[in-house]
Structures are given as C-alpha cells and as structure tokens.
C-alpha cells in the first residue's frame, strides 16, 4: 500500500475539520493527517502521495502556517508524486481571490514536479475569480464553509472517490 498523508494548515478549525472528513472517507488509505505547522520538508518528501490542504486568508493569502512553510517547499522534489489539493475560502466575502491560497500551493506543487489530481468543476460555486480556476476547473476540491457549510459532507465524499484511484496503490 502507497504511503498517503495529508498535511493542512488551520487558523479557525475549519481546514482541519475537512481533514478529518477526507480521512473519515479514506481510511486505512491514508497514512497519516498532520498539521502542516508540525512538519519538515522530508515528511512530504517521504510521501509516495500527498493531499495538501490550504485555506485563504485576507487578500488571497496562504493561511499563516502554510505562509511559513512555503519557502521550504523549495526543498522538496514533487518528481512522480501525485498530490491532491483542497482548499477553503469565502465565496462571497472574498469573491475576487476565492481560494488564491490553493492557486498559489498548487503553481509551486507543480513548479517543483508534482503531478495534480483531483480537479473539480467550478460549477455550483458563487464567486468573482480565482487563482486555483483553470479552465472550468479547480485545480482541487474547494470548500467554502462560510456561504454554503451543508455541502463540505458531500464534497468531500465525492473528491475522495476521484482522488482514490489516482493516488499511487489505491483503490477504493
């Protein structure tokens, strides 16, 4: 079985709640759940896969812990990982940069070799733009716990079952 984990960043508890859904969901398939804030650069390298998870804050910011993590990413070869992203942000307060943190983790994943799975339709989400828009997809699922908090549940299953498969020795 592939070696699985997933790191977050929280501020509020809402990023880390959706971490504890998506590990709820995987299962025995997933390795581990740490915060970001608590890692080094060789706990991601020591990955066979990564599920990342970041939420944006004020100005299409990476959340604090992520914020001091970033420049570590530098260090770290993303060559044949396949890395799933998850992002949360407020649609409506924030419409103009909604989930730009996700944008900016997922650039960098992908500037140091990382291979993205797990985009998700832009469809059913209100907001003005985003960094983490590509095409008519997000470059990973995206909650927005602040305008419609009865979806995450859903979301989350949903994206587990895509991301599942395309992770290195799983299957659902």
């Known amino acids: 079985m592939a070696n699985v984990r997933l790191f977050y960043g929280s ?3 809402n990023t880390e709640r959706v971490a504890e859904l998506i590990k709820a969901e995987m299962g025995d398939a997933l390795s581990s759940v740490t915060n970001i804030a608590g890692a080094a650069p060789s706990d991601l390298a020591s990955a066979d896969a990564l599920i990342l998870g970041v939420s944006t804050w004020e100005a299409g ?30 649609g409506v307060g924030f419409g103009g940069e909604f989930c730009n943190g996700l944008g ?31 095409g008519d997809q997000f470059v ?17 299953k949903q994206w587990v079952q895509i991301i599942q498969p395309a992770l290195a020795g799983i299957h659902p």
């Open 61 to 90: 910011e990476l959340q604090q812990d992520w914020d001091s993590f970033f420049p570590s990413i530098d260090q770290i070869d993303f060559s044949g990982k396949k890395v799933a992203l998850f992002g949360l942000g407020d």
């Open 104 to 134: 900016t983790l997922a650039a960098k994943v992908k500037q140091r070799g990382g291979e993205l799975v797990g985009s998700v339709s832009t469809e059913g989400y209100e907001f003005d733009d985003s960094s983490a828009v590509e």
């Open 11 to 13: 501020t509020t508890g």
């Open 140 to 156: 990973g699922l995206v909650i927005d716990e602040d305008n419609q908090p009865e979806l995450t549940e859903d979301r989350v």
